[in-house]
Antibody, heavy 119, light 113 residues
Framework: EVHLVESGGGLVHPGGSLRLSCAASGFTLRSHWMHWVRQAPGKGLVWVSRINFDGSSLLYADSVEGRFTISRDNSKNTLYLQMKGLRAEDTAVYYC????????????WGQGTLVTVSS | DIVMTQSPDSLAVSLGERATINCKSSQSALYSPNNNNSLGWYQQKPGQPPKLLIKWASTRESGVPDRFSGSGSGTDFTLTISSLQAEDVAVYYCQQYFTTPLTFGGGTKVEIK
């Protein structure tokens, strides 16, 4: 059974940093592109970042470009999101999501980890 | 960026009745290589992550009840729940994957009347 488990969220001051992790099990991580999607409290879904099979191709939403870095360690079956220069508007539940093999839809999602940016 | 606009924002439907959710894309989502529309639908229940229901505008994911169906092409898409059940209370999102950045609609909240 596919499982994605995020960790690393918490309360951070504006300008601070945080690294999220997403542990994958039940499938071969290296066989899928992976994404981060966030959801501000009471709001909709917003795509954040994408990484290809081996980490050689990265893509970011304009809102996080230059501040966030996506990476993966296939040997550890883990996806990461390094976040720096955090702002209040980055407050959200961050989900890691697996991309389906036949299109950029997300066929499995983790439960999410809450990041709160506040002074 | 492709803007996805859902309507209505919310709807209340009686049990067993039909629920219809619309999604309009600011650009065509038709993927020429396979002549399919790059449009997915998700269901999100309170406190849970989203769940993929439909991809390619009309292809149901394995295990999704057949009361859920997707239709449409180009820029206009519809998710239909043919006979609403209590467990269908949720927020539903459409998502285009024709191009990056991947974008979602604002969501439609479905409740029981």
């Amino acid at each position: 059974e596919v499982h994605l488990v995020e960790s690393g969220g918490g309360l951070v001051h504006p300008g601070g940093s945080l690294r999220l992790s997403c542990a994958a099990s039940g499938f071969t991580l290296r066989s899928h592109w992976m994404h981060w999607v966030r959801q501000a409290p009471g709001k909709g879904l917003v795509w954040v970042s994408r990484i290809n099979f081996d980490g050689s191709s990265l893509l970011y939403a304009d809102s996080v470009e230059g501040r966030f870095t996506i990476s993966r360690d296939n040997s550890k079956n883990t996806l990461y999101l390094q976040m720096k220069g955090l702002r209040a508007e980055d407050t959200a539940v961050y989900y890691c999501a697996r991309e389906a093999n036949d299109g950029d839809v997300f066929d499995f999602w983790g439960q999410g980890t809450l990041v709160t940016v506040s002074s | 960026d492709i803007v996805m606009t859902q309507s209505p924002d919310s709807l209340a439907v009686s049990l067993g009745e039909r629920a219809t959710i619309n999604c309009k894309s600011s650009q065509s989502a038709l993927y020429s290589p396979n002549n399919n529309n790059s449009l997915g639908w998700y269901q999100q229940k309170p406190g849970q992550p989203p769940k993929l229901l439909i991809k390619w505008a009309s292809t149901r994911e394995s295990g999704v009840p057949d009361r859920f169906s997707g239709s449409g092409s180009g820029t206009d898409f519809t998710l239909t729940i043919s006979s609403l059940q209590a467990e269908d209370v949720a927020v539903y999102y459409c998502q285009q994957y024709f191009t990056t950045p991947l974008t979602f609609g604002g969501g439609t909240k479905v409740e029981i009347k």
